[in-house]
């Protein structure tokens, strides 16, 4: 049943040591989201696909980056994770403009 | 988009309603009122959107003034799994270009059901 699969849902990585996170779905949505939600705040929006276009959020760390090969799929990439990025990073799909979908969320912890 | 107001935290008795506010002064004629919620250590969850009519579901009732100015989230028998952050969102459905259904989440009400 499950409809946003995040794999891992718990990632340990070294500080600069680069990770990629993945997201894959099962509803055919054509937009997938990357969120990041630190300890005690609110989700905050990194980019997000609509198809295939890729769409940076003008405050997003040139450290993160996106791949989207297919519609099902979609990696997260910290080139250089920071003791800063530790956070849960949340995939969500929508098709459209209609509700979002989310993931149960990656939890990085960088050491 | 619009931003909104909300409590920081509320209490409920488990089989009670709980009426979750929601302030957006701002709100636009193209916006939408959205809530969401999340449980501790999981994703956002989906739970009820509207325009200007008032909307129930299977999991809520949203009721929105006239004016469009404020709404409320009802649960109309909360259960301690309802226990949770609810986030109200107002955003419009976009028709192209680059703001494409973006979530704009504030900081929520912490929800929290009592036995």
């Known amino acids: 049943d499950a409809m946003v699969i995040q794999n891992p849902r718990y990632q340990v990585t070294q500080f600069g040591k680069p990770v990629t996170l993945s997201c894959s779905q099962t509803?055919?949505?054509?937009?997938m989201y990357w969120y990041q939600q630190k300890s005690s705040q609110a989700p905050k929006l990194l980019f997000h696909?609509?198809?295939?276009?890729?769409?940076n959020e003008a405050d997003t760390p040139d450290n993160f980056q996106s791949r989207r090969p297919n519609t099902s799929f979609c990696f997260l990439d910290i080139r250089s994770p920071g003791l800063g990025d530790a956070a849960m990073y949340l995939c969500?799909?929508?098709?459209?403009?209609?509700?979002?979908?989310f993931g149960p969320g990656t939890r990085l912890t960088v050491t | 988009d619009a931003k909104t107001t909300q409590p920081p935290s509320m209490d409920c008795a488990e089989g009670r309603a709980a009426n979750l506010p929601c302030n957006h002064s701002?709100?636009?004629?193209?916006?939408?009122v959205y809530w969401y919620r999340q449980i501790h250590s999981q994703g956002p969850q989906y739970i009820i959107h509207?325009?200007?009519?008032?909307e129930t579901n299977e999991m809520a009732s949203l009721i929105i003034t006239e004016d469009r100015k404020s709404s409320t989230l009802i649960l109309p028998h909360a259960t301690l799994r309802d226990t949770a952050v609810y986030y109200c969102?107002?955003?419009?459905?976009w028709g192209g270009g680059t703001s494409y259904g973006k979530l704009t989440f504030g900081q929520g009400t912490i929800l929290t059901v009592h036995p």
């Open positions: 969500a799909t929508s098709r459209e403009s209609y509700e979002q979908y």
């Open positions: 509803l055919n949505h054509n937009v």
């Open positions: 696909y609509y198809d295939k276009d890729f769409n």
């Open positions: 701002t709100i636009s004629g193209n916006e939408y």
């Open positions: 509207g325009l200007k009519n008032n």
């Open positions: 969102i107002v955003r419009a459905h």
